[in-house]
């Protein structure tokens, strides 16, 4: 962060169904290996093993790293998202709005692994000159928590519960 002190830091919430998904990823890279193991000697199960193993392997080792350095950051001026790869920060003096959902298709390629959310909206100028909203959707552990150490930051933000 910027020059930021920071207030408080979450870590995210992780569903079942994305371990599980993980999980499975695992299991197709191993049979994979074992019908290379048990077919060996084929041209073609080596440039399928070649390819194959390596990218389930990359698939898990970025969900583990992503899992591991994800947090979220309320700072003295702005809250931020910092995953693996990516870092979203949104100044207090944009954000409109936070609404609490629940997102059946949350996907663990997004700032947030859980399907139990919060989206902080926020407007802000658009590269061709318009306001735009636009929302930062997050999944912290302990949901409540964050949303009041927000709300103190941000007195009068209107907050969308389910």
């Given at each position: 962060?910027?020059?930021?002190n920071?207030?408080y830091?979450?870590?995210?919430?992780?569903?079942?169904?994305?371990?599980?998904?993980?999980?499975y990823?695992?299991?197709?890279?191993?049979v994979?290996?074992?019908?290379?193991?048990?077919?060996?000697?084929?041209?073609?199960?080596?440039?399928?093993l070649?390819?194959?193993?390596p990218?389930?392997?990359?698939?898990?080792?970025?969900?583990?790293?992503?899992?591991?350095?994800?947090?979220?950051?309320i700072?003295?001026?702005?809250?931020?998202?910092?995953?693996f790869?990516?870092?979203?920060?949104?100044?207090y003096?944009?954000?409109k709005?936070?609404?609490?959902?629940?997102?059946?298709?949350?996907?663990?390629?997004?700032?947030?692994?859980?399907?139990?959310?919060?989206?902080?909206?926020?407007?802000?100028?658009s590269?061709?000159?318009?306001?735009?909203?636009?929302?930062?959707?997050?999944?912290?552990?302990?949901?409540?928590?964050?949303?009041t150490?927000?709300?103190?930051?941000?007195p009068?933000?209107?907050?969308?519960?389910?």
């Amino acid at each position: 962060m910027h020059g930021d002190n920071i207030v408080y830091v979450a870590r995210p919430k992780v569903d079942l169904m994305n371990h599980c998904m993980m999980m499975y990823v695992a299991a197709g890279g191993m049979v994979l290996l074992l019908l290379y193991l048990v077919n060996r000697g084929d041209e073609g199960d080596y440039i399928f093993l070649a390819f194959s193993v390596p990218f389930f392997l990359l698939v898990i080792v970025f969900y583990w790293f992503a899992y591991i350095r994800l947090k979220y950051v309320i700072g003295e001026d702005t809250v931020s998202a910092k995953g693996f790869l990516t870092m979203t920060e949104v100044p207090y003096s944009l954000i409109k709005e936070m609404k609490e959902i629940v997102d059946p298709y949350a996907s663990f390629f997004q700032l947030s692994i859980s399907k139990d959310r919060i989206r902080i909206v926020y407007e802000r100028v658009s590269e061709k000159g318009r306001l735009r909203r636009y929302g930062l959707t997050i999944s912290p552990r302990d949901k409540e928590e964050f949303i009041t150490k927000l709300e103190a930051k941000l007195p009068g933000i209107r907050v969308t519960r389910l």
